[in-house]
Nanobody, 117 residues
Framework: QVQLVESGGGLVQAGGSLRLSCAAS????????MAWYRQAPGKQRELVAS???????NYAGSVKGRFTISMDNAKNTVYLQMDTLKPEDTGVYYC???????????WGQGTQVTVSS
């Protein structure tokens, strides 16, 4: 069982920055990539950014150019640098590690990000 622990959320004004961290209990190099999702109040959880085991990165259109996902294999940690934050970025941000074979992915407990206007 892999545990993912997010940190770094908080309250920030529009235009500000936050860096989220996701620490894994295992060597993330052995995983099939990592991702960040978010869920705003009353909305479905959505993919924000992902990075594959091969280093291929994808972003949701709404965050492209403002958010940066990165991995530190030595620290078994994935980061989400969020710049130029907007109120619509508010939500609970979750770390995700997909698994093969149709198995359910691993999820962290989430960290709250609130962007005030």
């Amino acid at each position: 069982q892999v545990q993912l622990v997010e940190s770094g959320g908080g309250l920030v004004q529009a235009g500000g920055s936050l860096r989220l961290s996701c620490a894994a209990s295992t060597n993330i190099f052995g995983l099939d990539g990592m991702a960040w999702y978010r869920q705003a109040p009353g909305k479905q959880r959505e993919l924000v950014a992902s990075i594959s085991k091969g280093g291929i990165i994808n972003y949701a259109g709404s965050v492209k150019g403002r958010f940066t996902i990165s991995m530190d294999n030595a620290k078994n940690t994935v980061y989400l640098q969020m710049d130029t934050l907007k109120p619509e970025d508010t939500g609970v941000y979750y770390c995700n590690a997909p698994r093969r074979g149709g198995l359910s992915p691993y999820w962290g407990q989430g960290t709250q990000v609130t962007v005030s206007s």
